[in-house]
């Protein structure tokens, strides 16, 4: 497998704050959507609105529709379907994100699709984003030690 080129070590520490910012971000949409979920679709049938009748944040019961779905009853924003758009939109910053530090740091394909899974799995954009971290911030310390060290080590006799 190649290994990424020093001279691109700066863009693999940019490329990982950002994905560092893009998994808790992810992972915390991700997070408020399963609360979400369960609130709307368990036997609790609540959905979250701002404004509307119901004052400044409440909730809504959700109803069994005439044609067989799920019908909110609240009026206002629907702060639940604006979770699901946000973290939509924001998983594929996150995957973006994913690809930058996957592909700058040229690990396999399976890696990629680990990664992405962190914005689906509860839980695992937190875990990813700390062992990403600790494992990419030890491999360029690493490489970096091993380039000064080379190049401040002189060349001995056979090799002038």
């Not at 679709?41 to 609105?49: G, M, V």
């Not at 689906?120 to 491999?139: D, G, N, Q, T, W």
């Amino acid at each position: 497998m190649p290994e990424p080129k020093p001279e691109s070590f700066q863009a693999i520490r940019g490329a990982l704050k950002f994905y560092q910012i893009a998994s808790v971000i992810t992972g915390v949409m991700l997070l408020l959507l399963v609360t979400e979920m369960v609130f709307k679709y368990t036997p609790i049938h609540l959905e979250l609105f701002a404004g509307g009748s119901g004052g400044f944040l409440w909730f809504a019961p959700v109803v069994e529709g005439v044609k067989g779905g799920l019908e909110s009853t609240g009026n206002g924003l629907n702060l639940s379907m604006g979770i699901l758009v946000a973290h939509g939109w924001f998983y594929v910053v996150y995957l973006f994100a994913c690809f930058r530090v996957w592909s700058l740091m040229r690990w396999p394909f399976l890696r990629f699709i680990l990664l992405a899974l962190g914005g689906v799995v509860p839980f695992l954009s937190f875990i990813m984003e700390i062992r990403v971290a600790r494992e990419v911030k030890a491999y360029l310390a690493r490489r970096e030690a091993s380039s000064d060290h080379a190049s401040t080590t002189p060349a001995t006799e056979g090799a002038r």
